[in-house]
């Protein structure tokens, strides 16, 4: 009888302790929220150093302030994964050699989401480069830049366009397309337009790639012509929406630099409305390296940077 309760006993210990030694209830779930990253600039090495592969310079880690459990070493590819983040939002924190260099935060977080960003380690500075989100819901995405080509269009069904080297499909009822307060059709779309286009990212096709639905089309710059002027036109008056990171901060403005179009003054009032989501910002909160969105108008040039006069300041990571 003694026997049995002891095997009885011991049945129950041993997968415990099994599941313990492997990680258990303590370790991070590979289910839920997960994040693919890739670190470059000045903490990584050059790839023609590792034979194509950017390696990392020092030791360089990230945790989840939520679950410090969660923890990972960048690899020597700038490479590195996530699994078992919170759902509804998450902070990142950098660490080099032990020193901590930057947080990112990400709100908005649904679950079983897959998340995808490039991080650049910029001196002591960890700046958001590009995110990308899909899953549940899809994942929210915005994209700017110029229409590269016309794949299909078709007023009655989905258009596609190629804009800045991404997919973007255009489907009635579902894509708004504007420029300033007019309303446009996919008509109005053409190759070498500038536009800011907000969507959610489609499942991947069988080969892979996905697509983004977009809900917003936003017509940027037009001469009158249909095409785009050419970069760093700054005519007076025009809507503008820049989209980069803080690289500078006046007394009352701050220079966004948008990538390959350059930096943007925007000039920032009482009447400036600064948010990310449903929280808002002071001026004095906006720091150096945050990723914005602002809209605004423009008022010509200030030396080599396109000055805009911003009615709205989204930050989109901090």
Known sequence: MRARSVAAV????????ILAACGGPSSPSSEGVSLQGTLVGDGVASASASGGRAAVASTITVTVVENPAI???????????LRGLPEGGFTLVFMADGVKV???RFDEVKPNQEITLTVRL?????????????????GDTEIEG????????????????????????????????REGNRARTVNDVTVGRQVHVKGVF??????????????????????????????GSCAVGSNAEVEGIITGKG??????NQQAKGDYLCNVSSSTRIRKGNTTYTFEQLQNGWRVHVKGTQQG???????????EIKVQNQ
């Not at 500075?125 to 549940?136: A, M, P, S």
């Open 251 to 256: 007394a009352s403005s701050v220079t966004v």
């Open 10 to 17: 011991l049945a129950v210990l041993v997968p415990v302790l």
């Open 122 to 138: 910029d001196g002591s500075t960890i700046v958001l480069v590009e995110e990308r989100r899909n899953g549940i819901g899809h």
């Open 102 to 104: 930057g947080t990112l």
């Open 146 to 177: 110029r229409v590269d080509s016309v794949t299909s269009l078709n007023p009655a069904g989905d258009s596609v366009f190629v804009i800045n080297g991404r997919s973007v499909v255009a489907r009635p009822g579902e894509t708004a397309i």
């Open 301 to 311: 040039l200030s030396g080599t940077a396109c000055q805009v006069n911003a009615t």
């Open 71 to 81: 923890l990972v070493t960048v690899g020597a590819d700038g490479r590195f994964s």
């Open 202 to 231: 489609m499942p991947a096709t069988d080969r892979g790639s996905q697509s983004v639905l977009a809900h917003e089309i936003i017509l940027q710059e037009d001469d009158g012509g249909g095409t785009a002027p050419p970069r």
